[in-house]
């Protein structure tokens, strides 16, 4: 497709699932970033790739966190024992040009 | 740590009504860019301003950049319900070289008929 393609739209996960939200970038963008949004709330930074390379990984809340893209286009970020506190939407945007970001729509979770 | 306050929170007005959001911080940016998002999707870039003192238009909607480059703004002029939707600020950090940026946390618009 033409924009950013996020995998699944909607989670609900019982509280200490694992959960994996995939996201698959515009092709040839070689940066790629992951948000948190919380509801009601801006955005806040989670981690960035440059390619297969985890550059920034500075915003991820806790070690249940973990991404990745080891090949350099399709990224999945990793949440494990989940916790109420993680319910949110997770965004993911992918960029060519440092700035210019594309969101996708997002996949939102839900822990009960 | 970048903060960036946004006010304000909530706006309601009706149709043809100007109005005007702010994006304040005590933090200087190298850019600062401002979003759109509809319930359901992804923040939509709507403009990149870099130069402090700088102004930008797009049709009825026009930013400005602080000269301090701390400070933005939007104004919307003959607002219209098409216009309804969460407008967001968001910081580039100048000591990245892809441009990690803190968002403010929004301004709900809701434009009604």
């Known amino acids: 497709g033409a924009g950013v393609s996020q995998s699944p739209r909607y989670k609900v996960a019982k509280r200490g699932q694992d959960v994996a939200l995939r996201c698959d970038p515009i092709?040839?963008?070689?940066?790629l970033f992951w948000y948190q949004q919380a509801l009601g709330q801006g955005p806040e930074f989670l981690t960035y790739f440059q390619n297969e390379a985890q550059l920034d990984k500075s915003g991820l809340p806790s070690d249940r966190f973990f991404a990745e893209r080891p090949e350099g286009s399709v990224s999945t970020l990793k949440i494990q024992r989940t916790q109420q506190e993680d319910s949110a939407v997770y965004l993911c945007a992918s960029s060519y040009l440092p700035g210019e970001l594309f969101f996708g729509e997002g996949s939102r979770l839900t822990v009960l | 740590t970048q903060l960036l306050e946004q006010s304000p929170q909530f706006l309601s007005i009706q149709e043809g009504e100007n109005l005007t959001v702010y994006c304040n911080s005590s933090?200087?940016?190298?850019?600062l860019q401002w979003y759109r998002q509809e319930p359901g999707e992804g923040p939509v870039l709507l403009v990149t301003v870099v130069t402090g003192g700088e102004v930008k238009k797009l049709k009825r909607l026009t930013f400005q950049f602080g000269d301090a480059r701390k400070d933005s703004s939007l104004h919307i002029t003959a607002a219209q319900p098409g216009d309804t939707g969460l407008y967001l600020c968001?910081?580039?950090?100048?000591?990245?070289?892809?441009?990690?940026?803190?968002f403010g946390q929004g301004t709900i618009l809701t434009v009604h008929p």
């Open positions: 092709s040839g963008h070689v940066s």
């Open positions: 968001a910081g580039a950090d100048g000591g990245t070289s892809y441009g990690k940026l803190t």
């Open positions: 933090s200087v940016f190298s850019s």
